[in-house]
């Protein structure tokens, strides 16, 4: 059985408060505390070895799995076989041995989800059917509830406790509570909610603990008492390298359990993606305690343990970080993330008041400053990296705009961005005359010219589209007089503005022509320009003060800055450029697809592209795959408008270079306006469902764009 090991490290030091929950705590909102900027050195770190190996080999059986669980202290699989219209029931152990359970049952039995108690009681989920059901030993339904009885369309879970009872998690229709967790009779089937605990979160799992109920998250795993909802954490990922990662179609956690020496065991299937082959993996996660002699540096994050994690970039950021403290002799990186429950804007404003203050973290990465970014660049709080930049021979033609340009500010540097992600678009032609530059006040009377019924993209409601005509705009399109700390709103422009955005928004209703389309990211799917001109488009952008332009987005997200406080800059940009070097760049890369993410560095990203397409003429080559999953644009009613199939038979170097190009042509939205842009959408909305007049609405924006315009002079 192959092994993989993978060490993880977690500060144990006194000095740092753990941001999730500590022992004995109930599960609900927690308070901040200072953490400040420490000085101290690390004495011992806590790491986690994770071990996986795979279990039950079922290479060659016919039929699926339809449970996965621990069952009498040993690892237990239910699987079903069909035949001639009929299914038989095993359960395989681990050994090898295999017995069966039910014989010629109803086809669908092997379409549900099954668990068996410790008594031997079976219970079938099939949420198909909309039903849970318990049977005996012959097959014999004993009750049946239905789903619409407990107010779900789906059961999540089931598990069964120390003491014999049965739990089951559902998320509850037309309810405000994400997670339910209830209690079910086993004799009968009779549920009753579970009143001492909320759970927050509809990815996690449940299991038998010692003497109440394990609860495992992307945060570690705790032990609840069912009794009075008192919480004890048994093994935290907060602050670690380590995530946990699931994927309900390609990676699903399907049980866990405490082990006896206080290491988590996780029963996992993984799916091939090429060929959806499944293979069944036991993984073990297990603290061990090490002494190092290194100074700290805190990197303040809103959620890096957390499950979600589009592009794969927390994943990427965490195994950086594990290899940085592995192989830095000086300097450890310790995640500070957001106590579990606090709010994002109170997050920020706390993190802002400590930098005035004197303190916070060392290292601050993603959205951790919210809206007090801009205010934390004009009053020095985040330290200037050009100097650290220049010193280190870092040169800007190595690294695509993305990299440096998101927080630049005169000949100041205030952030990095790790990695490339941006946003192009496509207009319909004829939408703008000539060659003159576009800007918001002539695409407004451009489209309010138009006399056909169409909406700007399908994708986008009043709010976006007046956000997508201002974004790009340093000054939008003149109402803003940053010298003289004035501004001007009602005006007939910025009327004008207000009224394309609401009649070309997809407010909820028909399908209609679009006039731009968003251009699908990577070498497999993005048009060319001969791609355009058959299909009646030009290549299109954001409107900034310069023209059309492709766009950073998500910058708030991937950028990594350093707090002008912290007494161990040096060794926090050492952290930076480790991350901007080829090595962690190229890391970016994945063996089944084109990677994590794009790379900012250059060279690296010409590296991932030819592992891209060498991965994609593979695949093509064996003939059963000529299209992967692509891209989707959703309107505002959830139904899918457009899909890019990424055409992995049509990669050629015009693809590529458009690619390249967009990349290269990236532009960051101005961050000082940010604030402003949502006071306006805000008040906008009162426009755009006719709450208020446009004459009223303008007058508010006005009032409270010069108030903030003079409370921040």
């Given at each position: 059985?192959?092994k ?21 705590e ?8 200072d953490?400040?900027?420490s000085?101290e ?5 806590r790491?986690i ?5 795979e ?30 219209g ?11 041995r295999?017995e ?7 086809e669908d039995?092997?379409?549900?989800r ?19 059901v ?37 998320s509850?229709?037309?309810?405000s ?9 086993p ?13 927050d979160?509809?990815?996690?799992h449940v ?7 394990l609860?495992?998250?992307?945060s ?8 009075n ?37 996780l ?19 297990q603290?061990?305690?090490?002494a ?15 499950m979600?994690d ?12 594990e ?16 106590p ?17 203050a004197?303190g ?12 007090y ?16 930049i ?12 993305d990299?440096?340009?998101?927080w ?11 990695d ?42 009043s709010?976006?589209?007046l956000?997508?005509?201002l ?40 399908e ?51 707090n ?29 697809s ?5 790379p ?21 080559q ?10 989707e ?9 457009r899909?890019y ?6 990669i ?5 270079e ?12 101005p ?12 008040e ?12 009223e ?17």
């Amino acid at each position: 059985m192959k092994k993989i090991y993978c060490i993880l490290a977690l500060l144990c030091c006194a000095f740092l408060s753990c941001c999730g929950i500590e022992n004995g705590e109930s599960r609900k909102d927690t308070d901040r505390t200072d953490t400040g900027v420490s000085q101290e050195a690390v004495t011992e770190y806590r790491d986690i070895r994770s071990e996986s190996k795979e279990v039950f080999s079922m290479e060659g059986i016919m039929g699926s799995m339809v449970g996965l669980q621990f069952f009498q202290g040993e690892r237990a699989m239910i699987w079903a076989v069909r035949k001639d219209g009929l299914a038989d029931i095993y359960l395989y152990r681990e050994d090898g041995r295999r017995e069966l359970l039910l014989e010629g049952m109803p086809e669908d039995y092997s379409f549900a989800r099954w668990f068996i108690d410790e008594e031997g009681g079976f219970y079938r989920c099939n949420n198909i059917g909309e039903s849970l059901v318990k049977m005996d030993a012959e097959g014999k339904e004993l009750y049946r509830v239905p789903l619409e009885a407990i107010g779900t369309n789906r059961i999540e879970e089931l598990c069964q406790l120390a003491d014999g009872r049965i739990l089951l998690t559902y998320s509850e229709k037309d309810s405000s509570d994400p997670y339910v967790l209830s209690e079910m009779d086993p004799d009968t089937g009779e549920i009753s909610r579970v009143g001492t605990v909320r759970l927050d979160d509809s990815s996690a799992h449940v299991a038998a603990g010692e003497e109440g109920m394990l609860y495992l998250d992307a945060s570690g795993v705790s032990e609840i008492n069912l009794e009075n909802g008192r919480e004890e954490r048994k093994l935290s990922f907060v602050g670690t390298s380590y995530r946990l990662l699931e994927d309900v179609q390609w990676d699903s956690i399907e049980s866990f359990r405490m082990l006896e020496d206080g290491s988590v065991e996780l029963l996992r299937y993984k799916r091939d993606q090429e060929s959806w082959e499944k293979t069944f993996v036991s993984e073990v996660l297990q603290a061990k305690t090490e002494a190092t002699q290194r100074d700290v540096l805190t990197m303040r994050c809103w959620n890096i343990t957390g499950m979600g994690d589009f592009g794969g970039t927390k994943s990427w950021l965490k195994n950086q970080m594990e290899r940085f403290n592995q192989q830095n002799s000086r300097y450890m990186v310790v995640l500070d993330e957001c106590p579990e429950g606090a709010e994002r804007e109170d997050f920020a404003r706390q993190t802002s008041i400590e930098m005035t203050a004197g303190g916070g973290p060392d290292l601050l990465y993603g959205n951790v400053l919210g809206d007090y970014a801009w205010g934390a660049i004009r009053k020095g709080a985040l330290a200037d990296l050009a100097p650290y930049i220049e010193a280190s021979g870092i040169r800007d033609e190595d690294y695509f705009p993305d990299a440096f340009d998101c927080w630049r500010e005169g000949e100041g540097i205030y952030g990095v961005c790790l990695d490339a992600n941006v946003r192009g678009w496509r207009i319909r032609k004829g939408v703008l005359d000539g060659d003159s530059v576009p800007d918001g006040n002539a695409l407004a009377d451009a489209l309010l010219a138009r006399t056909e019924d169409a909406v700007l993209s399908a994708g986008y409601d009043s709010g976006e589209v007046l956000r997508w005509l201002l974004e790009g705009s340093g000054d939008f399109w003149g109402t803003l007089d940053w010298e003289t700390g004035r501004c001007s709103f009602t005006g007939a422009s910025f009327a004008r503005i207000l009224e394309t955005a609401k009649r070309y928004g997809n407010n909820g209703l028909a399908e209609k022509p679009e006039i731009i389309e968003p251009r699908a990211y990577g070498i497999e799917g993005i048009d060319t320009a001969a791609d355009r001109a058959a299909e009646g488009m030009e290549a299109a952008g954001v409107p900034f003060d310069d023209g059309f332009h492709s766009v950073m987005v998500y910058t708030a997200d991937r950028i990594m800055a350093v707090n002008a406080n912290s007494a161990h800059t040096e060794g926090a940009w050492e952290f930076i450029s480790f991350l901007l070097g080829e090595e962690a760049q190229l890391a970016f890369q994945r063996p089944d697809s084109s990677g994590y993410g794009t790379p900012v560095h250059k060279g690296a990203f010409e590296e991932c592209i030819k592992a891209a397409i060498a991965f994609f003429s593979e695949v093509s080559q064996k003939g059963s795959v000529k299209t992967l999953p692509g891209y989707e644009v959703i309107d505002v009613s959830g139904k899918t408008i457009r899909k890019y199939p990424r055409d992995i038979e049509n990669i050629s170097d015009e693809r590529v270079e458009e690619f390249r190009a967009m990349l290269e042509d990236a532009r960051p939205l101005p961050i000082r306006t940010a604030p402003l842009l949502d006071i306006i959408a805000e008040e906008a909305e009162y426009y755009f469902d006719g709450t208020k007049s446009i004459e009223e609405v303008t007058a508010v924006i006005q009032n409270r764009v010069q108030l903030y315009m003079d409370e921040t002079r």
